[in-house]
């Protein structure tokens, strides 16, 4: 049997934040009431046989908000339709406001063993300027909450928002709090968001990048010295807490996306989702193929993704000689990259450095 991941994509949230750019928003019960449907017929629909699923992941948006009911109905479908390891690591993305006792109880009865929380800042004026609806109080009592019920809690924090430089304050208020995984992404300001017209009118000013890369820098001690792992760019665990979910993704695992905008990897080729309500209803999830250039892709994803986290990149890779690009052997000498067997790896200390790094050691840079 060949092994699969799952993601289902839950696109509502009670309030759109300011900065965000995901396929996010708001909607009423009937609205939501609709999609459940929809999804669950998706599911069934896309049964596949010959697969036994490794992990679960409900994203969004915010799957938090599901009335309990509704997800009870998607697991079930999921479980009905699919063979799903015993083991299998099943993670649900949650909101502070919008977790309670009653939720977390219901995750766990639905054999969810792993909750992602969106923390963001531990700051309540900083919270409160980039639109989230919990403050510091709620979120820590929200992690401690999970906790109670979880033992595998990461949490996302942004890396640089304006004024933000004691991330490592807050890593160690997690941390203190049990929490496992600790995701660090850098601030993406996008024009079409509040944020991004916000900045444009400079009424808002995120951290300079030197400020921003000394911010990630001391996060990431802290985090170090503590016994995490940064085993990609953003992602920080304790051994054996990765997120196996995300890295079947980089090791270009395959994995069916349900849901609006979802998207598929499947046979070698990538599928996306309908990307609005519309469309998704009317069932024109009809499945595009977007890759041209199969044997290309593979070796470019390869090599993208890989470097960017710890599984590195198996070498020879096929119809590249990597070895003969005019970087590979400078990059090897400075320690930038570092050979062990047949696999090749980014050195941590230079991730900051990657999209530069990586461009040049692609087949056509
Ligand atoms: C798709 S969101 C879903 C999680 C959940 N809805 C929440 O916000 O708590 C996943 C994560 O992406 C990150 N994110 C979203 N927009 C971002 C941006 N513009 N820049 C950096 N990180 C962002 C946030 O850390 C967020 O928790
Ligand atoms: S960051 Fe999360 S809660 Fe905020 S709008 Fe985006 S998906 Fe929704």
Redesign the pocket.
């Known amino acids: 049997m060949k092994e699969i991941s799952l993601y289902v994509h839950i696109p509502f949230?009670k309030q759109k934040?300011a900065?965000?750019?995901?396929n996010?928003f708001c909607a009423d019960e009937d609205v939501k009431a609709q999609y459940c449907k929809l999804l669950c017929q998706e599911i069934c629909a896309r049964k596949l046989d010959g697969y036994v699923v490794k992990t679960i992941y409900f994203?969004?948006?915010?799957p938090s908000l599901l009335k309990n009911e509704d997800m009870k109905n998607i697991v079930d479908i999921i479980y009905q339709n699919f063979d799903v390891y015993d083991n299998a690591e099943f993670t649900i993305?949650?909101?502070p406001e919008s977790l309670d006792e009653d939720k977390l109880k219901l995750l766990k009865s639905l054999r969810v063993n792993r909750v992602?929380?969106?923390?963001?800042s531990l700051n309540d004026k900083t919270l409160q300027k980039i639109g989230r609806l919990h403050d510091r109080k709620t979120a820590l009592e929200k992690v401690e909450l999970a906790r109670k019920y979880f033992d595998n809690v990461s949490c996302?924090?942004?890396v640089g928002l304006e004024g933000e430089t004691n991330l490592a304050g807050y890593a160690k208020s997690l941390v203190e709090r049990g929490v496992k995984h600790i995701?660090c992404?850098?601030?993406?300001?996008?024009d079409n968001?509040p944020?991004g017209q916000m900045v444009k009118q400079k009424r808002y000013k995120p951290l300079s990048d030197e400020q921003t890369i000394l911010s990630f820098n001391k996060l990431s001690n802290y985090l170090v010295d503590q016994g995490f792992v940064r085993y990609e760019i953003s992602n920080f665990a304790l051994p054996t807490y990765e997120s196996k979910h995300n890295l079947n993704y980089w090791a270009r695992g395959e994995y069916l996306g349900f849901g609006i905008a979802a998207h598929s990897f499947l046979n070698g080729i990538r599928t996306e989702n309908a990307s609005n309500m519309r469309d998704y209803a009317a069932k024109k999830q009809t499945q595009e193929r977007l890759s041209q250039n199969e044997e290309v892709e593979e070796v470019e994803e390869g090599i993208m993704l890989g470097l960017r986290c710890n599984l590195g990149v198996k070498l020879p890779l096929k119809n590249y000689d990597i070895t003969q690009n005019p970087y590979y052997a400078d990059y090897l000498r400075q320690g930038i990259l570092r050979k062990e067997g047949d696999r090749l790896f980014l050195n941590p200390m230079f991730y900051h450095l990657s999209n530069t790094i990586i461009s040049n050691l692609l087949p056509n840079p």
């Open positions: 949230c934040c900065y965000c750019a995901f996010s994203g969004g948006g915010t993305e949650a909101n992602s929380l969106g923390i963001q996302d924090l942004i995701s992404y850098l601030l993406e300001v996008y968001t944020l």
